[in-house]
């Protein structure tokens, strides 16, 4: 795929995000588009840099700290989201680089990201990851779970958002997205991350504020 393949994905990835979002009766500013670039290095992410798209999405720490910092210093206003599992001991690194955490799961991730947060005086927006699907191979808190696990991290002092989830391949993600909605809301929490390439305009239609897209821009992954 060439660079030029890229950009075009990108442009073809945000208008069905505004169809989408037009059609549920949503504003198509209300959908952000999380350009998920793990795996791919800066050279295959600079296209869609140079076409002005600014928030992208990592699943690891180290391989974002070796791509990302050089490219926020080229383009100022990049908005660098986490979106893989966190380790307790990766939370220093992940406050100093990250603007938005989206896999907060587990109380022990919470005390050491509040700890970070007040050495830093950094204060990333977060999200809770759910399971939604309770698979027990995936991180995320249980549904059950998560009321509190928001209380808890509010009363750490961490900027807790909204949350994420990423449904089980093999189920219809509708019903998923919609149990996330239901429980941010009586969080009252705003903001959605749920939707990935292949059920990003469903996640719209269920009320997703984010969507999370990687193959359908950059095409498939190389090795990690």
Request: with cysteine; proline share 6%.
């Amino acid at each position: 795929m060439s660079n030029e393949d890229v950009a075009a994905n990108l442009a073809a990835v945000k208008h069905e995000i505004e169809e989408a979002a037009r059609a549920a009766g949503r504003k198509p500013e209300a959908v952000t588009l999380v350009a998920v670039s793990k795996t791919h290095d800066a050279p295959r992410i600079l296209p869609a840099l140079e076409a002005g798209h600014r928030v992208f999405g990592e699943n690891r720490v180290q391989e974002a700290m070796a791509k990302w910092p050089a490219l926020k210093e080229r383009f100022g206003d990049i908005e660098l989201h986490l979106i893989g599992p966190l380790q307790s001991n990766k939370a220093s690194e992940a406050v100093a680089l990250f603007d938005v955490i989206e896999s907060i799961d587990r109380m022990k991730l919470i005390g050491a990201l509040a700890r970070e947060i007040e050495k830093q005086d950094r204060h990333p927006a977060c999200f809770v990851q759910v399971n939604t699907g309770e698979e027990p191979q995936k991180a995320g808190c249980l549904p059950e779970e998560t009321d509190a696990l928001v209380a808890q991290a509010r009363a750490a002092g961490i900027n807790i958002v909204g949350l994420m989830c990423i449904p089980p391949v093999e189920e219809e993600p509708s019903h998923h997205f919609a149990l996330l909605a239901q429980i941010a809301a009586r969080n009252g929490l705003e903001q959605l991350s749920m939707g990935m390439s292949g059920d990003y305009g469903v996640a719209v239609t269920f009320g997703a504020t984010h969507v999370r897209v990687g193959t359908a821009i950059f095409g498939h992954r190389p090795p990690a």
